[in-house]
Nanobody
């Protein structure tokens, strides 16, 4: 079992930055692709970003490319999402997820993920 706990959310003005942290426990995430998803009020949960176990090629939803950066530190069993130039449409609950041995484009789909955190609220005021 992998337990995931997100932190770092909060209220920020448009144009500002936040860094989300996902701390994993229970077992090493070094064999897991890690992803960030988000769910805005009244909307379906959507993919935001993913990083493979090796920390190689990353994928992003088009709306955050150039503004968000996903990274990981396997030694600390932690994944990060650096969010810059935030917009009001980035307001959502952000979830961290882990997918065992998943690689490639499949990691952009919720169904690929085995474990999920409880989420952290990000609110961007305009």
């Amino acid at each position: 079992q992998v337990q995931l706990v997100e932190s770092g959310g909060g209220l920020v003005q448009a144009g500002g930055s936040l860094r989300l942290t996902c701390a994993a426990s229970g077992r090493s995430i070094s064999s897991y692709a890690m992803g960030w998803f988000r769910q805005a009020p009244g909307k379906e949960r959507e993919f935001v970003a993913t990083i493979p176990w090796s920390g190689g090629s990353t994928y992003y939803v088009d709306s955050v490319k150039g503004r968000f950066t996903i990274s990981r530190d396997n030694a600390k069993n932690t994944v990060y999402l650096q969010m810059d130039t935030l917009k009001s449409e980035d307001t959502a609950v952000y979830y961290c997820a882990a997918a065992f041995s998943a690689i490639g484009a499949v990691t952009m789909r919720e169904g690929a993920y085995d474990y999920w955190g409880q989420g952290t609220q990000v609110t961007v005021s305009s």
